[in-house]
Structures are given as structure tokens and as C-alpha cells.
């Protein structure tokens, strides 16, 4: 086990850019970071502050990938400029994927008398009364009304008659009916 270890160690060593990567990399500072930072800055306006991080890590990235920038002779200012782009983008894209987060004051910037109670008891007396029919009864319904297919569609994407269908239907509203007037709710509230 102190084998590995020791190779890894070796192996991370003899991955790190050298002293030329360095001197390389010095250069491109001198000579790039500015032109790189008003770019940043213009991609960035109101963030001078992120722009400077773009541009830290755009020349970190250049030292990383120093060899292979010199050995393919790749010129270094493009390269650069399209890494900034690139962050500026993955960064946005990183921003607007964080969830939203509501404090205990945003719920009073909501209009008044909203209230959701009502919709979900609605909603958990029709999933209570939809689980006490057969499964072919919730697959018409399902059919007919969630996906609004016509009867005939129905059947056809079920695979039975169209009479079936209705059929289906019928007994599957009839015994939807049912187990809402046990909740208290007539077919006028339904």
C-alpha cells in the first residue's frame, strides 16, 4: 500500500508543468492579462469581480496545459480568449441552475387570500378515489380525460372497442361519483 501511494505522488510529480510551463506562462501574464481582462470585463460589466477570477483562471489553465500549448504551437491569445468565453458562459449557465430559495418575508409579497389547502385536499380525494378503481378503469379515464383522446383514440391506443371504452368510462365516473359523495362532494362541487 505504500507502493501505490508512492507511485501516485510520483505520478501527480511528474504531471506538473515545469519550469518552462512557468517562465511560459510568466510571458503570457505580461503580455496577455490585460487585453484578457478588458474582454472579461466587457463580457462582464456589472460582476469586475468575477472577471478577475475569469482571468485567474484562464492563466491558471494556461499553466496546466503549458506543454501541450507549446508543443502543438497553439497561439496563446485565442486560446485564452475562448477559455474566458467559455467560463463566462459555464458560469451563467451555473447561476441559473441554482434553485430558487424563498425566505419566510417573500411569502408576503404573494396577493392575499391565496390559499392552496383547498386545491390539495381536491386533488388527494381524486387520487383516492381513482386508487379504488381497476386499473382498466384509470387507464380509460386516463385516456379519455388527462390525455383528452376522443373514445374512439381511446380504443385505439388501449386495443379494445370503442364500446368497451365507453363502457369504461361510464363505470369508472360512476364509481368516481360514488366515493366523492362519501367525501361530502356532490357531482355540482365535482
Known amino acids: 500500500m505504500a507502493g501505490q501511494r508512492r507511485t501516485q505522488v510520483t505520478s501527480l510529480a511528474d504531471r506538473a508543468p515545469s519550469a518552462s510551463a512557468n517562465a511560459f506562462v510568466a510571458k503570457l501574464h505580461a503580455e496577455h492579462r490585460d487585453h484578457l481582462l478588458r474582454f472579461t470585463r466587457s463580457l462582464l460589466p456589472a460582476d469586475p469581480h468575477r472577471a478577475e477570477d475569469i482571468v485567474q483562471e484562464c492563466l491558471f489553465r494556461a499553466w496546466r496545459n503549458s506543454e501541450t500549448l507549446i508543443d502543438r504551437g497553439i497561439p496563446p491569445r485565442p486560446w485564452l480568449f475562448r477559455v474566458a468565453r467559455n467560463l463566462v458562459v459555464d458560469w451563467a449557465r451555473r447561476d441559473k441552475a441554482r434553485p430558487v430559495v424563498f425566505g419566510d418575508d417573500d411569502f408576503d409579497l404573494l396577493p392575499g387570500d391565496i390559499d392552496f389547502t383547498d386545491e390539495v385536499v381536491d386533488r388527494c380525494v381524486v387520487e383516492q378515489g381513482l386508487a379504488q378503481l381497476t386499473p382498466i378503469q384509470r387507464e380509460a379515464l386516463d385516456r379519455v380525460y388527462r390525455l383528452d383522446l376522443t373514445r374512439q383514440r381511446a380504443a385505439v391506443t388501449i386495443g379494445v372497442p370503442v364500446g368497451t371504452v365507453k363502457s369504461r368510462v361510464h363505470h369508472a365516473t360512476t364509481a368516481m361519483a ?13
Open 178 to 190: 360514488e366515493v366523492l359523495a362519501c367525501q361530502g362532494i356532490t357531482a355540482a362541487g365535482w
